[in-house]
């Protein structure tokens, strides 16, 4: 579970000496742990060890790939990741959120935005509260338990992030009915992210590969250019 600001670490993986100094000030002022790494030699043992809550992390690094290692994050653990970076062609953004990131911010950038991306991703890191006493959701095979935060498909567990799993809460909570690119992106992402419909397209798919069959039903139907309704079986 995300804690609180306060209690939060953040790893800084920048090898720009102006935007680490930039970024850790203004988290520690507000109450944020921070760990910087300057490569990325190192980063997945900082992840693995547990005291990571959120990765910023530039994809132009010394003696790495920014993809390769955003995706062997992602492998590791459901940690929150944040590229920042200078590349700021839609090819690839689709591919770092298809790798596992949960945001893009694009360089130059201003610290209020990152700031506030930060604390969006914190907030749908947390569990939104569920109807009391909710009962399991069952969709065909795969069964939706708010409380627990757990997804299973055939009675097997499957391991969602933070942010697929509120993509298909929110989803869930409305069988039957269209929600649009903007409502979901509100929903999910927050405010101020209506127009990027990207987001929502490459975690629909995300979610289709963990929880439907190949050649089976759809689970989650799609309205082109419109948005996606939750199947109701």
């Known amino acids: 579970m995300i804690r609180t600001s306060e209690e939060t670490r953040v790893l800084v993986v920048e090898d720009d000496r102006n935007i680490v100094d930039l970024v850790q000030a203004n988290l520690l002022v507000r109450g ?16 693995r060890s547990g005291e990571v ?4 992390l530039d994809l132009m690094l010394p003696g790495v790939d920014g993809f390769d290692l955003c995706r062997d ?16 062609g839609e ?8 790798l596992g990131a949960d945001d893009y911010l694009t360089k130059p950038f201003g610290i209020e935005e990152l700031l506030a991306r930060v604390t969006a991703l914190l907030r749908r890191s947390r569990a939104a509260p569920p109807p009391a006493s ?3 959701l069952s969709f065909g095979d795969v069964s939706i338990d708010l409380d627990a935060q757990l997804v299973t498909k055939a009675g097997e567990p499957v391991h969602l992030t933070p942010t ?34 990207e987001y929502t397209r490459v975690y629909v798919r995300r979610l289709r590969a963990k929880l439907e069959d190949p050649g089976g039903p759809a689970l989650i139907a799609t309205e082109p250019r419109a948005g996606y309704r939750m199947a109701t079986v």
């Not at 809550?53 to 910023?56: A, E, F, G, N, P």
């Not at 697929?164 to 405010?191: I, Q, S, Y």
């Open 32 to 47: 944020f742990a921070v760990t910087v790494a300057r490569s990325g030699q190192g980063v997945l043992d900082l992840v």
């Open 53 to 56: 809550d959120i990765v910023l």
């Open 73 to 88: 994050i992602r492998a590791e653990s459901p940690v929150g990741i944040i590229v920042v970076s200078a590349r700021r």
């Open 91 to 98: 090819h690839d953004k689709v591919r770092a959120l298809n």
């Open 134 to 136: 909710a009962a399991p």
């Open 164 to 197: 697929e799993f509120a993509l298909l809460r929110e989803l869930a909570l409305a069988p039957g009915r269209l929600l649009t690119h903007a409502e979901l992106l509100r929903k999910v992402w927050g405010p101020g992210y209506e127009t990027e419909t």
